[in-house]
């Protein structure tokens, strides 16, 4: 069973930054793609960033591309997305999820196991 587990969430002001990591057990991490996603209360979750089970491939939802960073350890099987200039509206709770294949992919259905969320609060 693969376990995924999410850290660094918290309080930030806006302009600030925070960086996410989410460590991965249970199974071969390197086969896997690894997605970043976010879900706001009230909203649907949505896509925010993801990466190759290489590393060598990545994609950013526009809403985030060139503030945000998404990296991964294969030695650590930990994925990180780092958040810079953050903004209010990134207020949100943020799953990491893993996908066994190349990826990336920005379709949630498609991935197989998902942690269970941390919580990010940007304050204006």
């Known amino acids: 069973q693969v376990q995924l587990v999410e850290s660094g969430g918290g309080l930030v002001q806006a302009g600030g930054s925070l960086r996410l990591s989410c460590v991965v057990t249970?199974?071969?991490?390197?086969?896997?793609?690894m997605g970043w996603f976010r879900q706001a209360p009230g909203k649907e979750r949505e896509f925010v960033a993801a990466?190759?089970?290489?590393?060598?491939?990545?994609d950013y939802a526009d809403s985030v591309k060139g503030r945000f960073t998404i990296s991964r350890d294969n030695a650590k099987n930990t994925v990180y997305l780092q958040m810079d200039s953050l903004k209010p509206e990134d207020t949100a709770v943020y799953y990491c999820?893993?996908?066994?294949?190349?990826?990336?992919?920005?379709?949630?259905?498609?991935?197989?196991?998902w942690g269970q969320g941390a919580q990010v609060t940007v304050s204006s």
């Open positions: 999820a893993a996908l066994y294949g190349q990826g990336p992919s920005r379709i949630s259905r498609e991935y197989d196991y």
């Open positions: 249970g199974r071969t991490f390197s086969s896997y793609a």
């Open positions: 990466i190759s089970w290489s590393g060598s491939s990545t």
